[in-house]
């Protein structure tokens, strides 16, 4: 890189930090830190939840994984399809409940509905597992950054944690929200930019189009459906399971969940969610085109195809940022690819030091409550630096075994989404008792654990909704068995309003992009 592009970089990383500055000498109690004071637009809410999930380092990965990695493709759109579907089952269940009952952390819920084991342990469950997650997103983001910045990949990981920590220590959740807001915009420019590079070495020539694998342009894998085959990436478990891991993640986690509890009204999480779920297709499009070309371009260049050969394919990417991006440009690019990963740290820290305070430091310690607000945001200030420590090392001990412990923490992952969101669906719909969601909750797991050790055939995407029925079944097997006595389960009666223009709106959404989705797979059928 350039003296120039460095320029681009510093001027970013300034600005993130400035703006963090001007958020954080504003805020007078831990509602302004950990929840914006409530005074947050859905736009801005609807746009960090993009750039949070979708741009991960999706600049580097979507395209590498459609043109380069061995089974990929464009089936990863399929990914996309259960969005709207999981955005219209968390307006519906879990926001009136959130924004009736709730004020920083989600577990309250349990506390209220089951008692204060329940809230404890799932808590718990969410500190150790999005910790050590986001020390292995971390190191994972920071291989590909040390490619873009030609630095030691330990010197990278320091340095994105270092900054990562600085403004969100200090800005809280809506310099989170801000800095995913800039990180989205430069993330699409690179998208576009990309393109524009890729169209001009190409000559704006797509005539050898009909020779590239035909598996890579398909969009559809009807056939595969993940129960056996050992096919990950088949329609049914990305719909079936992405939509309860969906659920999970975007309601029933904490690091998501408080996003949408920092908007000022429920009309505005939903108009959040609604725009997340808008905005996430055509920029997955952006991403994809980017792989198209790509992979058209290596078609046609065999000497940087061959360059390529002996990498990674999530570097294919930054070296070909770094050998065809004029400089000034190249900055930009790479400040994207920083601040996705950044973007692994630094909502995670802010929600670990959330949960930390309202689920356990303020019940082991009552007298905290009393403390003046301008120390607790100082101690939620400290609380945050602690878990960016914790993680930071974490990801730097793992530097030489990363690939084992990113399967491994990916899947454990998995294993929890959907017992996690069985635990509140079974407190808002049924009666059950703490006890018996509890051995439905532990069964869960266990049972995923199995399929996981026992049964690698079958796609972990299907972990998800496994473990959200099984919780179901297990409280009603206990309740009809419990002292010898059978009594009904007792299903809540909660009326859902389907007639809302949020849930039509996303439920036409689906299937307008499914219907894209068949129409570009048709159009390369043509070619």
Not at 18 to 34: H, L, P, T, V, W
Request: some cysteine; hydrophobic content about 55%.
């Amino acid at each position: 890189m350039t003296i120039y592009d460095w320029i681009v970089i510093f001027i970013y990383l300034s600005i993130v930090v400035g703006i963090s500055y001007a958020i954080g000498k504003k805020q007078k109690n831990q509602e302004d830190y950990y929840i914006a004071g409530k005074t947050l637009k859905y736009w801005q809410v609807g746009s960090s939840l993009v750039a949070n999930q979708v741009s991960a380092i999706s600049l580097v990965g979507v395209p590498a994984f459609i043109a380069i990695k061995r089974g990929g493709g464009l089936k990863w759109l399929q990914y996309e399809f259960a969005v709207p579907l999981s955005m219209v089952v968390i307006i519906l269940v879990l926001i009136p409940v959130y924004r009736k009952k709730l004020k920083i952390s989600i577990y309250e819920y349990l506390e209220q509905r089951f008692g204060s084991f329940s809230r404890s342990l799932l808590s718990f469950v969410f500190l150790i597992s999005r910790s050590l997650a986001s020390g292995v997103a971390l190191l994972a983001t920071s291989y590909v950054t040390s490619v873009a910045l030609n630095l030691d990949i330990k010197i990278t990981i320091i340095l994105i944690a270092f900054v990562s920590l600085l403004y969100t220590s200090i800005g809280g959740i809506k310099a989170d929200i801000y800095s995913d807001i800039i990180q989205l915009i430069i993330l699409w420019f690179s998208s576009i930019v990309s393109i524009y590079i890729l169209l001009n070495l190409l000559g704006w020539n797509f005539s050898g189009i009909h020779s590239l694998l035909v598996d890579r342009l398909r969009v559809f894998y009807l056939s595969k459906t993940g129960l056996g085959d050992g096919e990950n990436f088949g329609f049914l478990p990305m719909l079936f399971g992405g939509l309860f891991l969906y659920i999970s993640y975007y309601g029933c986690d904490q690091s998501q969940a408080q996003r949408l509890l920092s908007t000022k009204s429920d009309m505005e999480t939903k108009k959040a969610l609604v725009f997340n779920s808008f905005l996430r297709f055509p920029l997955v499009l952006t991403y994809s085109a980017v792989g198209l070309l790509f992979l058209l371009f290596l078609e046609k260049d065999s000497s940087f195809a061959l360059k390529l050969s002996n990498l990674s394919p999530d570097y294919a990417m930054p070296v070909f940022f770094k050998t065809f991006l004029p400089a000034g440009v190249l900055g930009i690019v790479v400040s994207g690819i920083f601040a996705a990963s950044m973007s692994s740290l630094d909502s995670a820290i802010n929600s670990l030091s959330a949960a930390t305070w309202e689920d356990f430091l303020i019940k082991l310690f009552p007298s905290l409550k009393r403390v003046e607000d301008r120390k607790k945001v100082f101690y939620s200030r400290f609380i945050t630096v602690l878990w960016g420590v914790f993680t930071s090392v974490f990801a730097l001990m793992i530097v030489n075994s990363s690939e084992t412990v990113v399967e491994i923490v990916n899947k454990i992952g998995s294993a929890f989404y959907g017992p996690i969101a069985a635990f509140f669906f079974i407190g808002i719909f049924t009666k059950a008792e703490e006890f018996e969601t509890l051995v439905g909750f532990t069964f869960a797991i266990a049972m995923n654990i199995f399929l996981w050790l026992k049964h690698p055939e079958i796609s972990w995407l299907w972990w998800n909704p496994i473990g959200f029925f099984i919780p179901f079944l297990t409280v009603f097997i206990i309740v009809n068995v419990k002292k010898g006595k059978k009594r009904s389960l007792n299903f809540i009666n909660i009326s859902l309003n389907l007639r809302q223009s949020y849930v039509l709106a996303l439920i036409l959404w689906f299937f307008l992009i499914v219907l894209v989705s068949f129409l570009i797979e048709s159009i390369f059928r043509v070619f």
